[in-house]
């Protein structure tokens, strides 16, 4: 199993920036693909950004150019820089992991309120 704990969410202010953080534990030698989902109230959890054990990274059209996704392999950590902050991406953010057993994992969520 893995585990994922995010942290890094707030308050801010639209066009200031938040970075997020979910570090792994568990069976992290099994992780394939780490990604941040997020949902807004009253909407369905959507992609934001993943990042897959080569590298690749792929965004959201609603986030690109905007958010960068990072990891620090050996602090078992992803990150989710986010600038250019707008009222919509308010939302709570998760960290899922997909390992290669194709088992989806999910941290519990951290929120991020932007103000206009």
């Known amino acids: 199993q893995v585990q994922l704990m995010e942290s890094g969410g707030g308050l801010v202010q639209a066009g200031g920036s938040l970075r997020l953080s979910c570090v792994a534990s568990?069976?992290?030698?099994?992780?394939?693909?780490m990604g941040w989902y997020r949902q807004a109230p009253g909407k369905e959890r959507e992609l934001v950004s993943t990042?897959?054990?080569?590298?690749?990274?792929r965004y959201a059209d609603s986030v690109k150019g905007r958010f960068t996704i990072s990891r620090d392999m050996a602090k078992n950590t992803l990150y989710l820089q986010m600038d250019s902050l707008k009222p919509e991406d308010t939302a709570v953010y998760y960290c899922?992991?997909?390992?290669?057993?194709?088992?989806?994992?999910w941290g519990k969520g951290t929120l991020v309120t932007v103000s206009s």
């Open positions: 990042i897959s054990i080569g590298g690749s990274t």
């Open positions: 568990g069976s992290i030698g099994s992780i394939l693909v």
């Open positions: 899922q992991v997909e390992t290669s057993f194709r088992v989806h994992y």
